[in-house]
Structure formats: C-alpha cells, structure tokens
C-alpha cells in the first residue's frame, strides 16, 4: 500500500476529465491536480517548450510528494512522454495508450476518427499506437484547434460550439468512420456537441476512462493502492487564477473546487 497522493496535470481545466474518472474508479485516492492556466494552450507549441513546461509540472507534483504522475494531457502525452520518461524516476502514465486501446476495442468497420490539438495530430501519436495494434484499421485525423478556447468560454453547449464542430468534423465525417476518440482532455466538455454532429451511430472516445483504469491496473500491480480510510483529499493547484477553471470546473465536477495559485517558473 501507498497513502501518497496521485500527481495529475493538464495545460489548464481540461484535466479535470481525468480526475472525475479517478475519483469514480479510484474513490480511496488522494489527488493532486496542477493546471498551467498561466500557460495554456500547449496544443499549438513545439515539442521543445512542451517538454520543458511540463517537466516543470511533474518537480511540482513531486515536490508534493506524489507516487506517480499521470500526464492528463494528450499533447504532452503525444509528444513528450518519453524525453519526461527519461527524466523522472517516477511511474508516468500517458493517456495515448489507453485511449487507443478503447478505440480499437470499440470499432466495428475499422475506421476511426481522431481529433486533437495540432500538436497531439502533428505526432501521430495515435494513428501510430492504433495502426501498431491493428495495422487493417484506417485512421483519419483533424485537429481542431478552437475547441479549447470554447470550452475554456464556457461555450460547449452554445451554437458557435455546434457551428465550429460541424465545420471541423466535415471531412472526418466523410470518411464513414464508426469510432472518433476525444484526443484532448477538453474535448469530453464537447461530447453533447460532438455526437450531435457525429450523430448516435459514431462512438465517441474519451481516453480519460481508460487511463483512470490503467492507473489502477499499475497501482494494483505494484501495490500502491491508498488503503486508509478517510475521505480522499483532492487538492487543485494553478499557475493563474482566473474565472474559469474554478467556475467551470467546479460545475463539470459536480462540487464546489478551489485552487490556490503557484509559480511554476520556479520549479
Ligand atoms: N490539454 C491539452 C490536450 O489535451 C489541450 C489544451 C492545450 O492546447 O493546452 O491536448
């Protein structure tokens, strides 16, 4: 057993999808969630500044004595899970490999659509780790780079969320794909949206699912599972303090958060 909290960490709110799935699968552990609001968004910047950010992300949660890390953000995951791997003597759990493996699982036809940030598509992360499990499935991609500032608005169930998915899904739609994975930790925030444009044939993906069960896979191997019994502590930290991710995410969750600022520079 281990008491120690887990270490989780996003570009900014998106990451919340994360913990709401740890806190449903995992309810004993305690979380740590740090969100690079002053930051975001990562999806449109090199791997380079990737890399360095949220190296800095992970000494911050191991400043906080977590037991491991799970890098909620896809972007990272897909571009920089391995420089971070190599840095940090510390399990990492990336949100790539989960995701694929659901997608997979799900298709019937063998077509899957994947949208993400432009980092996360650039990487081809996800094609890759699809196509290395079944190299007959076709993958057909699109990063859709106004999603996160919607959902950072607050907009995702407004008609401009609608308008800007119809246009960014056209061609994926096209391509008479069964199964489309949510390849950005905001994209969950999008789902009534999305399947409205996709329509209830097409299976949406959150990769924040399979990662939370991956993260318990990994605990229960290594026993490292929390077996106190006080109410789990979820704690959120920040690098800005702005209006939306306590409010939005505060309703997304489904209870009150609060977030306490911290100078990530200096990690
Ligand atoms: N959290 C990022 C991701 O999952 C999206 C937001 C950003 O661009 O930083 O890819």
Known sequence: MDNRPIGVFDSGLGGLTVVKE???????????????????????RSRKMVTKYSSQCIRFLLNKNVKMAVIACNTVSASSFEPLSAMFDLPLVSVIQPGANAAVGATQNGRIGIIGTSGTIRSRAYPNAIQKLNPQIEVFDKACT??????????????????????????????????????????????????TV????????????????????????????NNGDKEAEILYYVSDIGQSFQKIGSHFLGRKITAECIDIESQ
């Open 146 to 195: 106004l999603f996160v500032s919607i959902v950072e608005e607050g907009w995702s169930d407004t008609k401009v969320a609608f308008l800007t998915a119809e246009e960014y899904l056209k061609d994926i739609k096209k391509q008479d794909v069964d199964t489309l994975v949510l390849g950005c930790t905001h994209y969950p925030l999008l789902e009534n949206t999305i399947s």
């Open 22 to 44: 740890l806190m449903r699968i995992l309810p004993a552990e305690d979380i740590i969630y740090f969100g690079d609001t002053a930051r975001i968004p990562y999806g449109t």
């Open 198 to 225: 996709m329509g209830s044939s097409v299976q949406l993906i959150n990769p924040a699912i399979n990662t939370a069960e991956q993260v318990k896979k990994i605990l229960t191997d290594i026993n490292g599972l």
